[in-house]
């Protein structure tokens, strides 16, 4: 079973909004913001095993039966505003995630963009 998830990037300013966003949705056991800021390696650490890291993910009553993750990105255009550097990291950890293998909890990966 693939279970979709959506986050809505309206009224991103910076890239702690971006993690804080990410963060409600997953709400990861560790939340990847540090001084203020998204801490990317934390972020990406914790997207990869959302088995073991998203209590969002882990308290789902379909959680054993769940294969795969597609992420629907909504109001990605309010992105443009981000220091190119954050929307680099992140849509370089989006597409590495897509990737066989590079998953640490196994499961199928993907995502699309809705403007």
Do not use: Q
């Not at 910076?14 to 990847?32: G, H, I, Q, T």
């Amino acid at each position: 079973m693939i279970k979709n998830f959506f986050i809505n990037f309206n009224n991103v300013k910076n890239s702690k909004d971006l993690a804080l966003r990410f963060n409600e949705v997953f709400n990861f056991a560790y939340p990847p913001i540090r001084d203020d800021k998204m801490n990317w390696d934390s972020f990406n650490d914790s997207f990869r095993s959302l088995d073991t890291e998203s209590k969002t993910f882990i308290n789902d009553p379909d959680f054993v039966k769940i294969s795969g993750v597609h992420l629907i990105l909504e109001n990605y255009k309010t992105l443009d505003n981000l220091d190119s550097k954050d929307k680099k990291n992140l849509e370089e950890i989006l597409e590495d995630n897509t990737k066989n293998g590079n998953r640490y909890d196994g499961l199928c990966f993907s995502y699309e963009i809705i403007n």
